[in-house]
T-cell receptor
Framework: AQTVTQSQPEMSVQEAETVTLSCTYDTSENNYYLFWYKQPPSRQMILVIRQEAYKQQNATENRFSVNFQKAAKSFSLKISDSQLGDTAMYFC????????????FGTGTRLQVFP | GAGVSQSPRYKVAKRGQDVALRCDPISGHVSLFWYQQALGQGPEFLTY????????KSGLPSDRFFAERPEGSVSTLKIQRTQQEDSAVYLCASSPRGVANTGELFFGEGSRLTVL
């Protein structure tokens, strides 16, 4: 069974600085998708960024980028120029098209951005 | 509506009571998912609908949990004879065509269930 591991329960960063959140996963499949979701205190989760495993190029969305290391099964999220609004829980998620239509989430990393 | 709407936002039930949680997905979204998020944990998959068809219910923890989406729009998650371990936030999410096509689930704000 696929698993997703986020080893950093909490992280903090000063406003305007850069922070990297770690995620590792376990799968024997070659074709899959990886996601980072953000869950602010209001609880509504929103997609931050996605990566298709067959794409070698790392995904980027404005201040958010990933470091996808397929062989190492690592998928870290880098947040540049951190803003107070980035304070939230961040969940790494895995999707295997052969396992139906469900996302498998990690346990999350709580990110606090300080002024 | 503009987003996924869930009700009630908060529910307190006595052990043994039945509860019903409602999800109103984004209009036109084919796929609908229920997740359970325990305190301090990531969401865990419960069940998935494509239109009115329940294609996967492998995550439902027991036969006390039942979900339906009779007209392919609004969905209800019912928990019978609630137990304390059912206390969690229940998240509903919808997607236009499924995870693989869009890579994005649109989540509601969740229903927090507390069983005393």
């Amino acid at each position: 069974a696929q698993t997703v591991t986020q080893s950093q329960p909490e992280m903090s960063v000063q406003e305007a600085e850069t922070v990297t959140l770690s995620c590792t996963y376990d799968t024997s499949e070659n074709n899959y998708y990886l996601f980072w979701y953000k869950q602010p205190p209001s609880r509504q989760m929103i997609l931050v960024i996605r990566q298709e495993a067959y794409k070698q190029q790392n995904a980027t969305e404005n201040r958010f980028s990933v470091n996808f290391q397929k062989a190492a099964k690592s998928f870290s999220l880098k947040i540049s120029d951190s803003q107070l609004g980035d304070t939230a829980m961040y969940f790494c998620a895995f999707f295997d098209p052969l396992e139906g239509d469900k996302l498998i989430f990690g346990t999350g990393t709580r990110l606090q951005v300080f002024p | 509506g503009a987003g996924v709407s869930q009700s009630p936002r908060y529910k307190v039930a006595k052990r043994g009571q039945d509860v019903a949680l409602r999800c109103d997905p984004i209009s036109g979204h084919v796929s609908l998912f229920w997740y359970q998020q325990a305190l301090g944990q990531g969401p865990e998959f419960l069940t998935y609908f494509q239109n009115e068809a329940q294609l996967d219910k492998s995550g439902l923890p027991s036969d006390r949990f039942f979900a339906e989406r009779p007209e392919g729009s609004v969905s209800t998650l019912k928990i019978q004879r609630t137990q304390q371990e059912d206390s969690a936030v229940y998240l509903c999410a919808s997607s236009p065509r499924g995870v693989a096509n869009t890579g994005e689930l649109f989540f509601g704000e969740g229903s927090r269930l507390t069983v005393l």
